[in-house]
């Protein structure tokens, strides 16, 4: 299975600008309609026809809808994840009570690329209910714990790694679903949800070593 995802990712993968930027197109167009209908409604022909585009021509870059979603899902936690690297970066130099502290900053950041991606928080959902979609969400949240874990880790040395990275794991998980929750519940005001979910996850990975 893992060689047949390789060989679909290489083959859907164009390199010239145009390429790449009809590919680009077509994925934005996807998320809009994934808005729009669902995951159940939402084809390859209704994708190419508000894209005027034939569904030949569709088929150069997705084998079907379901390359389609995983296509936008790797391409707005790609973006996610890019916005958690740089907070890495940012404030790994400040130690442990730097990054407790920018929690909340970082739910922003990921907050802030959900709601520019076509149709994100519908991606994010998909991910979720979708079991042969599940990989791609669980692929990337392991990619990041291991970024994490290489920053976290020389700052907690009595921790085992292996409990520090299965608590990280789960605070990236926890951090994904309050994400979600930010475009659906509506009984609970964004800004109470994003400091009540910093102030939660903040202390996550810290002592103990059970």
């Known amino acids: 299975m893992a060689v047949k995802r390789a060989l679909k990712q290489k083959r859907v993968l164009p390199r010239q600008d145009r390429a790449v930027q009809t590919r680009e197109r077509l994925l934005d167009i996807a998320g809009e309609l994934l808005g729009e209908?669902?995951?159940e409604r939402i084809s390859t022909n209704m994708i190419a026809t508000r894209a005027g585009v034939s569904p030949a021509a569709l088929y150069r870059y997705f084998t079907d809808k379901y390359a389609v979603l995983e296509a936008l899902g790797r391409r707005l936690m790609d973006r996610q994840n890019q916005a958690l690297y740089g907070?890495?970066?940012n404030h790994k130099a400040g130690g442990l009570k730097a990054l407790s502290a920018s929690v909340e900053e970082l739910m922003r950041a990921t907050a802030k690329v959900t709601e520019s991606e076509p149709g994100g928080v519908w991606i994010e959902r998909a991910?979720?209910?979708?079991p042969r979609l599940a990989h791609v969400r669980v692929e990337s949240h392991r990619e990041v714990t291991d970024a994490m874990m290489e920053v976290?880790?020389?700052l907690l040395p009595d921790v085992k790694r292996a409990v520090l990275w299965r608590r990280?794991?789960?605070g990236v998980e926890l951090g994904y679903a309050i994400d979600e929750m930010l475009g659906e519940e509506d009984r609970i005001p964004?800004?109470?949800v994003?400091?009540?979910a910093a102030r939660i996850l903040g202390g996550a990975p810290m002592t103990g070593d059970e």
């Open 37 to 39: 209908v669902g995951v």
């Open 87 to 89: 907070w890495l970066e």
């Open 127 to 130: 991910m979720r209910a979708v």
């Open 152 to 154: 976290y880790a020389p």
């Open 168 to 170: 990280l794991r789960i």
């Open 190 to 192: 964004r800004e109470a």
């Open 194 to 196: 994003i400091r009540e």
